[in-house]
Structure formats: structure tokens, C-alpha cells
């Protein structure tokens, strides 16, 4: 042969990867995975209060919420299809201690916002948080002697929040203070109280991340926070550790995992899945809404279709669902196009 190859059929030959790619329709074909308003869970932030729903100033868009309010916006969530909404208390400063002790009142904002919605929009699952970290006045997850995070007084305590909110009727306890040994507590605490149907969401691999910031001003933890949580949250460097983290929630009795942040483990969210076959979500956390939510609002970016990007990924990644504060935004997207 003389003249020029063709460098493409000498060295390809057949193999060309673009012929599925060449139509709308070849695409969706072959298209291995799917965001639906099912893989979503909407986290939200409740206020006291009658009628308010006020700005958080580090998060355009979302808003801090009194349970009244929050019930309306449940019921919406509900008729959007989205599963299940997380709750997060910014407690009044008064009523916040040393231990935390707020937690274990039945009638605090955490389980009142619980019962009304439960009340009113039985259909979507309530999950709730019983960190210590809305109720302490130093902000941190746990009870503070000494300078230190004390483990199993923590443990105790969440364990005895975790059987209070289950009777105000949430669904799935989701511990996302990462002491050692939570997980097994709260389900025996659980089962002892009759409570064998709520599950655990254990937040498995939680990182002491720098993309929390926005959630801290939003529930008020951010001025009080003395020191940082890298005492009991994963290093950012470490995987396999949050695997063996991961190991022992499952052994305790985690019905499902979180990876939290999001988007920067995606790691763990595929090794997590491979190793456990549990449920997995990932919890796209405040920073990384703030960052896209920023960019989008400046014009830098595409906002749109960022979002639906990143909550695909965590799909391909091997997560069942996506704790992301874009989900209503979401839902309502996908509802539009049908
Ligand atoms: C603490 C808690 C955190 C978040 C939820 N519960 C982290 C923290 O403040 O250290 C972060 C959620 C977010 O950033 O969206 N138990």
C-alpha cells in the first residue's frame, strides 16, 4: 500500500468506542446509571419558633426552619417523591451544656419536629441524628473533661437519645459522632425498648473535613467549637482505616453506611460497597453545595448541570442514595422532565 495510513484502522482496527455515543438514543441505551428522586434524602434544619424560615448565610438558598414550617415542606418533599428528609436542630443557646443534656429531653426541637412530621407526612422516613453537637456548648459531638472527647460517657448518653428520638418516631438513627462502639449500643438500646424495626445509618466513614464550615453556622456550633474533631473523625489520608471503620458499624449491626463528605471520598464509596453489599449514600455535604451553589449564582459555572453531575457520580460510585441539600431542586428537575 502506498500513500498515507490510516492510522486509526491500523491501530483500532474495528474497535471504536464512539459508535455508542453517537445519538441521543444510542446514549440512553447504554446509559449504565440513572439519578431518580428515590436515591435522594433531603437534609434539613429546624428552628424554634412559629413561621420562620430564615437564610442560611453561608448556604444561598436553604433555609433554617420552625417545625411548623418544616412540616409544610415535608409534605412537599413528599408529593415530589423524595423518600426520606435528615434532620438538624440549631438548639436555643440557653438550653445548650457541658453534655449536652438537651438531647435526652423527649420534648426537645430535634423529637418535636420529629412527631409533627410523622404526624402529618407518615409516608416520608424521618432520620435523625443523635450527636451531641447541637446540644453542647462547646460544639462538640461528644461530653468534653479534660480536654478530651470521652467515649463511652458519650456512647451512653447517645444511645439513650437514639431510644428517645425512636419514640418520638424516627425511622433510622443516623450517629454521626463517630465514637467507638455507638453502633452496637444504639441497636442494643434500641431492641431493649421495643424499637427492633428502626434501623442504623451508620456514618461509617466520617472525615475531619474542612467542607463542614456552612453547617456549623447554620446549627450554631460554628463560634462555640473549641479546638477541631480530629480526635475522633477519619484523617482525610486514610482509606483502608475507614474500611475497618466501616467493618466494625457493619459488625454492630449498621443497617446501612454513609460516606460523608462526598464527592472527594468517592474512594470509599465504591470500596464500601464492594465490601459489604450493605446500602451505601454519601452525604454531599454544606461545603460542597456552597462551592457549587457559589460558582452557579457567580455565573462561573453551569449550575444545573453540575448538580446532576456530582449526584450521578455518587451513583456510579456504587451509592443507593445521595444526602444532598439540592435535593427539592433535584426533585423538582426531575419531575419536569418526566
Ligand atoms: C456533626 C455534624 C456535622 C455535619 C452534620 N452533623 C459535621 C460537623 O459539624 O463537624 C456536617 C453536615 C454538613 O456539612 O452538611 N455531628
Known amino acids: 500500500m502506498t500513500g498515507s495510513i490510516n492510522i486509526v484502522d491500523e491501530i483500532t482496527g474495528h474497535r471504536r468506542m464512539r459508535r455508542n455515543r453517537k445519538a441521543d438514543w444510542t446514549r ?11 436515591d435522594l434524602i433531603w437534609p434539613v434544619f429546624v428552628v424554634p419558633g412559629t413561621n420562620v424560615a430564615e437564610p ?8 433554617r426552619m420552625s417545625v411548623d414550617r418544616l412540616v409544610e415542606a415535608a409534605k412537599e418533599a413528599a408529593d415530589l417523591g423524595i423518600p426520606a428528609i435528615a434532620t438538624f436542630p440549631n ?3 440557653a438550653l445548650r451544656d457541658e453534655t449536652g443534656s438537651n438531647s435526652l429531653s423527649a420534648d426537645n426541637l430535634i423529637n418535636r419536629a420529629t412527631r409533627a412530621i410523622k404526624q402529618a407526612v407518615p409516608g416520608i422516613g424521618v432520620i435523625t441524628d443523635v450527636a451531641l453537637d447541637p446540644f453542647t456548648s462547646h460544639g462538640h459531638d461528644g461530653v468534653l473533661r479534660d480536654g478530651v472527647i470521652v467515649n463511652d460517657e458519650t456512647v451512653d448518653l447517645i444511645a439513650r437519645a437514639a431510644v428517645i428520638q425512636a419514640d418520638a418516631g424516627a425511622d433510622i438513627i443516623a450517629p454521626s459522632d463517630m465514637m467507638d462502639g455507638r453502633i452496637g449500643a444504639i441497636r442494643r438500646a ?9 434501623g442504623i445509618m451508620a456514618y461509617a466513614a466520617k472525615f475531619a473535613s474542612a467542607f463542614y464550615g456552612p453547617y456549623r453556622d447554620a446549627i450554631g456550633t460554628g463560634g462555640l467549637l473549641k479546638g477541631d474533631k480530629k480526635t475522633y473523625y477519619l ?3 486514610n482509606g483502608t482505616e475507614a474500611l475497618r471503620e466501616a467493618a466494625l458499624d457493619v459488625e454492630e449491626g449498621a443497617d446501612m453506611l454513609m460516606v460523608k463528605p462526598g464527592l472527594p471520598y468517592l474512594d470509599l464509596c465504591w470500596r464500601m460497597k464492594d465490601a459489604f453489599g450493605l446500602p451505601v449514600f454519601a452525604y454531599q455535604v454544606s461545603g460542597e453545595y456552597t462551592q457549587i451553589k457559589a460558582a452557579a449564582l457567580n455565573g ?6 453540575v448538580i446532576l453531575e456530582t449526584l450521578l457520580s455518587f451513583k456510579r460510585a ?9 435535593a427539592m431542586d433535584v426533585a423538582r428537575l426531575l419531575a419536569k422532565r418526566g
Open 91 to 93: 438548639v436555643e443557646m
Open 318 to 326: 456504587g451509592c443507593d442514595g445521595i444526602l444532598s441539600y439540592f
Open 300 to 305: 462561573w459555572i453551569d449550575g444545573e448541570r
Open 190 to 198: 434500641l431492641d431493649a425498648a421495643g424499637h427492633q424495626d428502626v
Open 56 to 63: 442560611v448565610p453561608a448556604m444561598p438558598g436553604v433555609e
Open 28 to 38: 440512553r441505551l447504554v446509559r449504565e446509571n440513572r439519578l431518580t428522586v428515590d
Open 235 to 237: 484523617d482525610p489520608a
